[in-house]
């Protein structure tokens, strides 16, 4: 079959936080030469995200062209099914274009994207993306394919991480490692099934939004940090997206599509400061604590005590170790989930990032906004919250009554959000490991002429579609697809090592 022209028509390439001036300042000083060349040929243009500007809504909207209300995911965890459960496949609760494709008889691969584990049945392949477990699993569909993936070396649905504070160089060598080990996973899927052609042939790379969360200070020179880096680190950085750059160019050479995509999920920019919400809504009156203010403020103490000991970063080599155990569920327990009475509080933050997810009791939403928006910098006095929005005054759809309580709290720029209490206060160092987060506005590129008017996530599945001659429905309803029971296991160990690695990037 290598031998033998097969036809690509779309190629859909998801590089996962990618940012516009990211990636034109490496294509404009000759690290992205592919890029470059390409961004000659057509621009580089904006594409907004959807709140709370995360990778699981963020995908699902890109697969269906819908609203969180409508397809039914909003954050890593199922809030559906319900708040301890992953996200899978399940959970896409409206047809993603996948099984559009394989109803219509279109051939479709879809490689490490986000939301697709377990891997269902297409007309073609698909490969799992994050969350997924690394261990004991099967990643693809067709399942003799996982054979196939377990062979490629670094290959996982998602990249293991190390403390970029202890061996900063090295960790940027497995963000590499895993960009290889994609393209070599979705060449093998072409070389396996691709002998009829593909309409749709996609590949996600998630490590650069990994890469991004842990080394944004080392490739922005506008960061004040930049500068503190060796310049051997820096060189190591840029040598990330050189990677990414020929991982992209031997996609379009071995694929030869007729038209190409390139977008991401959300943008990106600097984290310089951790916001902590529930200490300000502690502050207010408005969270109720589970212990007496005297034992919160002693495992204040305790935490600030381990951190002065802490010479050696042995906190940080806890936390990136590939099976971080029971250490850091508990210091998880110490620092939010043990402190916070859920039955009785008013509000509490569960899930950070960029944006974070509140949940409030009815009669206290407006309390509950006011507390966060009025709230300052403790010394330099400006806002902490950007915005403060309930679900279901953002979307109408079918799942915004399962939402009712809950609210997306936004940072200011510079911020992210930190569901933990934290013995700094209110404001507070960004955890072990990150320097980035993400930003509202992503990039697309793209050669397809229905989607010249592009501007939102919710752009890409009907542009595809009609590339193909497909009908986008009309209707919002006729995206419902009926109930999808789950086959997802996670194991209590799978559970506890996805969960940490969305900790450590700053997710949970």
């Not at 290598?2 to 690290?31: H, M, P, S, W, Y």
């Amino acid at each position: 079959m290598c031998n033998q022209r097969v036809n690509t028509k779309i190629l859909l390439i998801g590089l996962d936080g990618a940012d516009q001036n990211v990636l034109g300042r490496f294509a404009e000083q000759g690290d992205m030469p592919f890029l470059r060349e390409s961004f000659a040929q057509a621009p580089l243009r904006a594409l907004e995200s959807i709140p709370p500007y995360a990778t699981p809504a963020a995908w699902a909207s890109i697969y269906t062209g819908l609203t969180p209300a409508e397809h039914g995911v909003l954050d890593f965890l199922d809030l559906i099914a319900g708040e301890n459960q992953l996200v899978s496949s399940a959970s896409l609760r409206a047809e993603p274009i996948w099984r559009r494709l394989s109803s219509h008889g279109r051939r479709v691969a879809m490689i490490g994207f986000p939301l697709t584990y377990p891997a269902v049945p297409v007309n073609g392949v698909m490969v799992s993306g994050l969350p997924a477990p690394h261990q004991k699993a099967i990643w693809s569909w067709p399942a003799e394919f996982d054979a196939h993936l377990k062979a490629i070396p670094h290959f996982l649905p998602d990249p293991e991480m190390t403390s970029p504070r202890v061996k900063p160089v090295r960790s940027m060598l497995g963000l590499q490692h895993h960009v290889r080990a994609v393209v070599e996973a979705a060449l093998a899927a072409h070389e396996h099934y691709g002998e009829s052609g593909w309409d749709l042939f996609g590949v996600q790379f998630q490590a650069l939004d990994t890469f991004q969360h842990m080394f944004w200070a080392w490739i922005d020179p506008t960061d004040h940090r930049f500068h503190t880096y060796p310049e051997h680190e820096r060189q190591g950085a840029a040598g990330f997206f050189r990677v990414l750059d020929e991982a992209l160019r031997r996609l379009v050479q071995k694929l030869q599509p007729n038209h190409i995509v390139i977008l991401s999920d959300h943008g990106f920019g600097p984290a310089y400061q951790a916001v902590c919400p529930n200490h300000l809504l502690l502050e207010r009156g408005l969270l109720t604590p589970s212990v007496s203010l005297a034992q919160l403020h002693r495992s204040f103490h305790i935490q600030r005590l381990l951190k002065r000991l802490d010479v050696l970063n042995l906190r940080a080599r806890v936390k990136f170790s590939a099976r971080p155990g029971t250490t850091i569920m508990g210091l998880n327990r110490l620092m939010r989930d043990s402190l916070i009475d859920r039955e009785k509080t008013p509000a509490y933050v569960f899930s950070g990032g960029y944006c974070g997810l509140v949940k409030v009791r009815p009669g206290f939403e407006r309390a509950v906004q006011d507390a966060l928006l009025q709230a300052r910098h403790p010394t330099l006095g400006n806002r902490l919250i950007k915005s403060v929005h309930f679900l279901d005054t953002l979307w109408n759809g079918q799942w915004s009554d399962a939402w009712r309580q809950l609210a997306i709290i936004q940072a200011e720029a510079g911020f992210l959000i930190d569901s933990h209490f934290r013995e700094y206060g209110a404001v507070a160092p960004v955890s072990a490991g990150l320097t980035g987060t993400h930003r509202p506005t992503g990039i697309l590129w793209t050669t397809l002429n229905t989607l010249d008017a592009a501007t939102s996530v919710l752009d890409i599945a009907p542009g595809v579609l009609r590339a193909l001659n497909l009908p986008f429905p009309e209707e919002r309803g006729d995206t419902a697809q009926a109930k999808v029971e789950s086959t997802a296991t996670f194991s209590t160990e799978d559970q506890s090592a996805i969960e940490e690695r969305l900790r450590q990037l700053g997710y949970l």
